[in-house]
């Protein structure tokens, strides 16, 4: 296989799939492996009986090889994707598996977000250390000491949690999910904030204390969804994969990743983005914020489905124009 030369119907096999090497990431790589095999008889059961369907490729990343610094010094959240896309560009992988927040929103030359799964819940969960109060759901932040330190190296997250609570403080945390629960446990933090549908994949949704509902904490864009990436000129493999992509899901993301590039976010920016389609209708909640919380702008629009890149243009333009000095418009 090559990037250059498009693919016939049916897909050279095994079916190479690149991933990173963290137990969360492990999971969705499966789980997409297997929905593609339901939806794809010859994936199921290839026809010699005897090729492998799929080979799996972990490849470290810079995101994950440097843990003892925010991403935003590293230079930003592509750094979870970086060599997973060289190797496909490559042609050492046809396929990646993503979690779509981490993956940037301008991919390299001759790559594409060639089909997204349904989406897992996109709240935050928030984690308290063993002698927390128990949070009450109407004021979730409240089991927080005074003073306490809350574990993250999200921005989004820290500008949110300081802008309701700024008596807190913030300190960085890192690493796979298990690593950042066991500091938990320890008490290193008083608290620490997960996705949710993170915790969920991995069968550790027990851990959350609380979950966080958007009105306090907007998730990041495309949390919870499962993207997946391939070479632009397999053509095949963009028609088999376009069978099990989920056309809700394409629009929220397509609407959440269309405000964040019109804001030209990095992850050193605290930038939210939540989109729900009911009825048809799209609407999309943004937010922008200064790093210390001090400054919190939320905007919201809402349209048909089917102007989920427009809606998301929409809202970019909204928080450009409401937060002067937090963003500058991406060039171009």
């Known amino acids: 296989m090559t990037a250059s030369t498009p693919h016939a119907t049916r897909p050279t096999l095994p079916l190479r799939a690149g991933t990173r090497g963290s137990p969360l990431a492990l999971v969705q790589t499966r789980g997409f492996l297997a929905r593609l095999s339901t939806f794809c008889p010859v994936l199921a059961a290839p026809p010699d009986g005897a090729t492998p369907v799929f080979a799996e490729h972990v490849i470290r990343t810079t995101g994950d090889a440097v ?22 560009a490559a042609g050492t992988i046809d396929i990646a598996v993503h979690s779509l927040k981490d993956l940037e929103t301008e ?57 309701a609570r700024p008596d807190l403080r913030i300190a960085p945390l890192r690493g796979n999910v298990e690593t950042r629960l066991s500091r938990i446990r320890r008490g290193d933090f008083a608290a620490t904030l997960l996705a949710l549908a993170g915790l969920r994949r991995l069968g550790l949704a027990d851990a959350a204390s609380v979950i ?64 729900t389609i009911a009825g048809g209708m799209l609407t999309l909640d943004g937010m922008v914020a200064s790093e210390d919380g001090t400054v919190l702008v939320r905007r919201q629009a809402c349209g048909r489905a089917g102007d989920a890149a427009a809606i998301g243009a929409a809202v970019a333009a909204a928080l450009l124009a409401d937060a002067p000095g937090l963003l500058v418009p991406a060039p171009g």
Do not use: N, W, Y
């Not at 053509?235 to 069978?243: F, I, S, V, Y």
């Open 67 to 88: 843990r003892d610094r925010p991403l935003a010094e590293l230079g930003g959240k592509g750094l979870f994707a970086k060599e997973i896309h060289e190797a496909m």
């Open 212 to 275: 966080l509902e958007p009105g306090l904490m907007l998730p990041a864009v495309g949390q919870g969804i499962v993207g997946v990436t391939m070479r632009t000129a397999d053509l095949g493999l963009a028609r088999l994969l376009a069978a099990i992509e989920d056309p809700h899901v394409r629009a929220v993301a397509t609407a959440e990743r269309a405000m964040l590039a019109g804001l030209g976010g990095s992850c050193r920016t605290p930038i939210g983005g939540h989109a």
């Open 107 to 163: 991919l390299p030359e001759g790559i594409a977000l060639a089909c997204v799964l349904p989406r897992e819940d996109p709240r935050d969960a928030l984690i308290l250390a063993p002698g927390c109060a128990t949070p009450d759901p109407a004021d979730p932040l409240a089991a927080i000491p005074r003073g306490g330190v809350v574990g993250t190296c999200s921005p989004r997250r820290a500008a949110q949690i300081l802008a």
